[in-house]
């Protein structure tokens, strides 16, 4: 059974810098690969919105508002993905949540203070 569980989250001042990680398990190798990866973010009352996607060949794509302070990255022989947010403002708030293909993990909180 596949899983993805989000780390890292939690509270930061403005300005400061969060790494989150996704952590899998039960995806072999030939399956997890080939899948693009990426973490959403959602604002209560909100859609859940993308925040950054990265494809098998190391493509990736950003959201205007996080372009320039967030940096997407996989590590296909850890079968994990990684983001890490720089420069974070108030309005980064929210339950962020990484998607391996069509798999979502539980999302973790992260509050950024101003």
């Known amino acids: 059974q596949k899983h993805l569980v989000e780390s890292g989250g939690g509270l930061v001042q403005a300005g400061g810098s969060l790494k989150l990680s996704c952590i899998t398990s039960?995806?072999?190798?030939?399956?997890?690969?080939?899948?693009?990866l990426a973490w959403y973010r959602q604002i209560p009352g909100k859609e859940r919105d993308l925040v950054a996607s990265i494809t098998s060949s190391g493509t990736t794509n950003y959201a205007d508002s996080v372009k320039g302070r967030f940096t997407i990255s996989r590590d296909n022989a850890r079968k994990r993905h990684n983001l890490q947010m720089n420069s974070l403002k108030s309005e980064d708030t929210a339950v962020y949540y990484c998607?391996?293909?069509?798999?979502w993990g539980q999302g973790t909180q992260v509050t950024v203070s101003s």
């Open positions: 039960g995806f072999i190798t030939s399956v997890f690969n080939p899948l693009t």
């Open positions: 998607v391996v293909g069509t798999h």
